[in-house]
């Protein structure tokens, strides 16, 4: 029985696993496209990262994409693309992109997001994703 309980725990330690980044509800009406923030996480066992970012834009908006574009420490570049997760709040929508099982060398590489959405809006957010 220990056995069993042992392999089901190290499988379920191997899931990826986002802590969250809380995107903050406009009090006001959300008046155009924007990025909050650019981030990544570990995914736990393995060694990949999530790369992420979030935002918010217009409750006209239907669909928002996302251009994640790396260099990583070599000087080497990348890209990939994700359509984001929409969730209406009233005043507006918040959006998440999500990049996943994303593998870098040791060192800072540094990743830009551009964000585009269904009514030609353009937004824009900047991090590092540094590993030892």
Do not use: H
């Amino acid at each position: 029985m220990g056995v069993i309980g042992g392999g089901w725990y190290f499988l379920s330690q191997s899931s990826a696993s986002l802590t969250p980044v809380a995107t903050p509800t406009p009090s006001g009406p959300v008046t155009a496209l924007r990025c909050d923030s650019a981030y990544y996480n570990y995914v736990v066992g393995r060694p990949e990262v999530i790369a992420a970012a979030s935002g918010a834009d217009t409750t006209a908006t239907q669909k928002v994409s996302c251009q994640f574009n790396y260099t990583d420490p070599q000087g080497a570049s990348s890209t990939a693309t994700a359509d984001a997760l929409l969730q209406d709040i009233g005043n507006g929508k918040t959006w998440k992109c999500y990049d996943k099982n994303k593998i870098f060398p040791k060192g800072t590489t540094k990743f830009s997001v551009g964000i585009t959405d269904d009514r030609g809006e353009t937004a824009s957010c900047n991090s590092s994703i540094f590993l030892q």
